[in-house]
Structure formats: C-alpha cells, structure tokens
C-alpha cells in the first residue's frame, strides 16, 4: 500500500511518521512546496526506522507529483494553521486555494486513490477536494470527527480517573465551535457516562471539547499536530486494512438525516472503498436543533467558497 501526505508540516509530519513507525503502509510519500523540507522529514523518519524497528519506506518530494503516482490513499494536511484570535474559517481564501491545486495533481497521478482531507476550514476544504477531485462522494472525506472525539474522551478520562480507552463517544457536526457532542451515545466501558458524571461537570468538558483546538492555539501560538496527525493516520489504517472502524468523518450528505449538499460530520463505516455506509441514529429533538445550527453554519462557509469560485 502506497500513501502520500501533502504538506510536510506539523500536522503532515506526524502522520506520515505514525504511518511509518505503525507499518500501517509500504511506502508513504511526504510532498511539501517549501524546498527540501519534505525530502529531509522523510530522511528523517527513515532514519528513526533502525531504531523502532519499522520497514514503511518514507519517501520526500518538493512539489514533484511523480512520486506520488499510484497511492491508494492521500492525506491533504497542506494550507495555513490558525494563529491566536483567528477562527478555522479565516482561513478559507488561502486553504481554499492551496486544496484546489494540489487536489488537481492527486486526481492526475492517483486517479484511484482516496483522499482523506485535514486542512482547515476542514468542512468545506472537504467540499472543495471534492468539487475538484469529481471522485464519489464515498472517496473524499474530512479528519476531524476522530480528533473531537479523542479530545472530548481524553478530558472525560481525566476527571473520571479511568483509561481512555475505555471511553467510547460519537460526536456530529462541522468541525468547530458548532460540533455536537453526543452524551447520550457516551459509555464508560458500556456504562452510560451519565451514570458516573453529574451533568455540570459533563457540561463543562463538553463545552472544553467544542472549543478544543481554540485551547490549543493561544497555548502554543499555531494548532495541534500529535492528535490530528495520529487522527489522519487511524483513517489511513482503516482504509488500507479494510478494518470497517466506526468513526465520525465528515462526508458530503445525500438526504441521510434529511440534509443534502451539504459536508458534515456524521459517524460511518471506514473501509478498502472509503466510506461504505453513513450510520444513520435516532436523533431527539435537542440534537437536531445542534446538527440543524451546524448544517447552517457550514453552509455560510461553503457560500464564500462558490463566491470566491
Ligand atoms: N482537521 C483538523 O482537525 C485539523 C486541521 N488542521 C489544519 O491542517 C493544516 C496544516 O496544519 P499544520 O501542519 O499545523 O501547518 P504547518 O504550517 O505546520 O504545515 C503546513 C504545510 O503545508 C505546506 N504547503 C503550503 N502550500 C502547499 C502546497 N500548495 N503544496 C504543498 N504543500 C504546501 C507548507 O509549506 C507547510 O509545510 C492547517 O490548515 C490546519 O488548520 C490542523 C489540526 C487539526
Ligand atoms: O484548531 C485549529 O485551528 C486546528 C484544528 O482544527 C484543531 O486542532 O481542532
């Protein structure tokens, strides 16, 4: 299995390093813009495999698509991150752009390939590697479901005092401040988390959860990578292992929860042909107020897009 990341930045970086030192592909082809930053991680990473004891070849190319011919699976992490007082959405004019281009030349050297999309803002830069792309809906999809979910299970980990493992969550919506947290489907080991937690606190760290990636932000000045780029990677395995994983991905939505055209969150079956099945649950009244204020705002961002088309 043969896997391309584009951009070789922080987020880039990690994931093409986690599918490294996992095996998770044979070949894993970094691509970056910015001369030589590509070729010397990948040189890095391959260095770091006598260490870890991994065989994943990990190979860096300055814009040369060549390289890239023939990937089963891409991951577009290129384009800005935010800093501090930005919102993901003011990021558009220039990720809207950068996806566009290097989506041409995935579709021209892997015409087979699936694409799993990371840059910000991540709903709609969905939409665009779609628009772009032409590929089914099922082949085009977003990172970000796997990340809320893990930050929301790592804060309930923390103030229960048990594994995050043990956590299981699912979690709708565009990624940002309007996701929505589903406490009802939360379990502790199977246990409702309703059962263990009071509902301020439960509250509180889902509120933390909405605002997750802002919290990183104004500590660190850019955006997280560990998580997004471990986030990316679980997909790519998925993929490539045709291991049918239930995870919340964001996908164009075609009538399922009554919404169409639209790119949302929504948890599926993640295997060898991409999205396989959309999971369709039961939602009450309350959650489809949120999803309905999500669908919204997603869709005022993807105006801007055919605007500025
Ligand atoms: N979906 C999600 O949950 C998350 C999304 N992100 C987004 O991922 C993106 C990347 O974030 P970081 O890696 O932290 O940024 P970064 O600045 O560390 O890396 C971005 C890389 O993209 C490269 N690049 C720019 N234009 C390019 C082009 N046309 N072709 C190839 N490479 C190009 C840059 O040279 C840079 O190396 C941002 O848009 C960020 O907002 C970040 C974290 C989570
Ligand atoms: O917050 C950001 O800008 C990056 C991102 O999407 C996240 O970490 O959730």
Redesign the pocket.
Known sequence: MKVTV???????ATCADVLAYREIANEVVL????EG?AEGKALDIWQKAPINLYDTRTVGST?DYEKTADSDVVVI??????KPGMT?DD?IST?AG?VK??TEQVVKHSPEAIIII???P?DVMTYQAHLTSKFQRTKVM???GI?DTARYRAFLAEELNVSPKDIQAVLMGG?GDTMVPLPRYTTVAGIPVTELIDSEKLDAIIERTKFG?GELVKLMG????YA?GSAAAQMVEAIVRDQKRVFPVCIKLDGEYGINDCYLGVPVILGKNGVEKVIELDLNAAEKELLETSRKHVLEVMSVLEKNA
């Open positions: 584009v951009g070789a930045g922080n987020v880039g691509v970056d813009i910015k930053v814009n992490t290129s384009g800005l991150p935010r993901r990021l990720n950068i281009s290097v990371v840059s910000n991540l977003g990172m970000a990340l990624h990636g850019t955006s997280a990578w997004p």
